[in-house]
Nanobody
Framework: QVQLVESGGGLVQFGGSLRLSCAAS????????IGWFRQAPGKEREGVSC????????YYANSVKGRFTISRDNAKNTVYLLMNSLKPEDTAVYYC?????????????????????WGQGTQVTVSS
């Protein structure tokens, strides 16, 4: 059973930067990628970014394009999300997730929500 642990969240001022980490254990070749999601208070959980393990393709929500960068360190079994130029609307709990035999970058969110493996989340707060 794969386990994911997020870290790196915190409080940052408008325009600041944070780097989130998603450390994975129990991965096999049956896992095709890792996605980053976030949930703000009173709002639905939404996709932020994703990286495919098969071809390295990366994906970004329109709201974070040009500001966030997703990357992977294979040796450390860790996926990172570098967040630059942070805005108050980026404030949320950030989660990473994956699923066996399913590509989190292309599957509907409901599939990942119901059948995926999720970390505990890390809080990101951006002050104005």
């Amino acid at each position: 059973q794969v386990q994911l642990v997020e870290s790196g969240g915190g409080l940052v001022q408008f325009g600041g930067s944070l780097r989130l980490s998603c450390a994975a254990s129990g991965f096999t070749l049956d896992y095709y990628g890792i996605g980053w999601f976030r949930q703000a208070p009173g709002k639905e959980r939404e996709g932020v970014s994703c990286i495919s393990f098969r071809d390295g393709t990366t994906y970004y929500a329109n709201s974070v394009k040009g500001r966030f960068t997703i990357s992977r360190d294979n040796a450390k079994n860790t996926v990172y999300l570098l967040m630059n130029s942070l805005k108050p609307e980026d404030t949320a709990v950030y989660y990473c997730a994956t699923a066996a035999n399913k590509d989190p970058c292309t599957m509907p969110f409901s599939v990942i929500r119901d059948f995926g493996s999720w970390g505990q989340g890390t809080q990101v707060t951006v002050s104005s």
